[in-house]
């Protein structure tokens, strides 16, 4: 959330960073509503002021001199209470249209053009040069008995899929191997979050109510399916204000992500790249605002990292406004090289959301003088794991229908390759 001091204060600021987003939202409405609450408040503090006046007045006349005091105050007290109703009225029409509003782009996040193309930072690892038309990997997950499409749509309907024998265990091996490095090389610590989250969390997050329509929900508890870990790791903290001295934090979790992706539209739906229901490993931290940048930067390696063991190439891309994400003030996509599909797709996204979202948390820690103020929250991919056994069966598939098993991977699969199905 947007403070709104900041956007009343500086209006042209904040419509422009909704230009370089490429939104046409109209601030002057939320102006208007911040003028309106402003002087409701300054007169119902007037009114204050004077009904507590006259109460002290009239404790000083003789009783039968108070009934013109009295009946006054009363008017005064009724009028006070229709103002503080007004103003409630506009205080929480005012704060949907605060929740509404995207985090602004930092200064040196570029404006999109479509003349420019991709912001591509760099590409790490090579190409395979295959001997052979490499297949996409949902051809060589049906050949292979690993991936049932057709069994997923049988229990859940399109875009679910269920993972057989081998293919089963991968994802497992991935999970454990995402969790494992992050623990252990980047010193994260592991949580295990509810898979359930309020709907409280989902604001707090930046989740609500800009994505009500993708999110799936227990209408009876108002619960809602957890759609990536930062919801909940958000949630471990809301309403809390931490002691200088507990930050920085560093969290990992995996969690099952379920979105709806309603009305979404995409030639990437096939295989294990747009599901309703996915696994995924997150990075999250709770910063000091002066450590965020190198924060972000640190993420992205560390995201980087698991390609790099897994011999995956992939290239880094840094976001421009019009593709941040809706809490991001600044972005970047690792995106894996996908040969039997011959594209790159994206693997992982890092935001850096500055106090976005704790401000909406109400999330706060106490510097070492002066007031409490919000931390910055950071999250990265680390990595989607559905996406990442898609890169491993097109990138280690062998002319003969077999895929290899990536080094790092053999202690948790206990082989080195999925052998291709007798003919």
Known sequence: MLSLDFICQHPDIVREGLRKRRLSINLDEILRLAEQRRALITRCDGLHATIKSQREQIKTLPVGKRAVLNAQTKLLSEELQQLELQGSDLKTRLNLQLLSLPNLPQ???????????????????????????????????????????????????????????????????????????????????????????????????????????????????????NPTAEVPLIGLHSHTTFSFDELPLRYVAWTTAFRREAGASSRQNRGLLRLHQFNKVELFQYVFPTESANALRQMVEHAERILQLLELPYRVVALDAAQLPFSAARAFDIEVWMPGMDEYIEISSISNCEAFQTRRAEIKYRPQQGAAMYPHTLNASGLAVGRTMAAILETYQQADGSVIIPKVLRPYMGVSELAAPVE
């Open 107 to 225: 200064a040196s996040v570029k404006e999109n053009s479509e003349q420019e193309g991709d912001n591509e930072l760099r590409r790490w690892g090579h190409q395979s040069a295959f001997q052979f038309k490499p297949l996409p990997h949902w051809e060589v997950g049906a050949r292979l008995g690993l991936i049932d499409s057709e069994g997923g749509v049988r229990i859940a309907g399109s875009r679910f899929v269920a993972l057989r024998g081998a293919g089963a265990k991968l994802e497992r091996a991935l999970i454990s191997f995402m969790l494992d490095t992050h623990t252990t090389l980047h010193g994260y610590t592991e949580i295990l979050p509810p898979q359930l989250v309020k709907r409280s969390v989902m604001v707090g997050s930046g989740q609500l109510p800009k994505f009500e329509e993708q999110a799936y929900v227990c209408e009876e508890d108002e619960l809602y399916l």
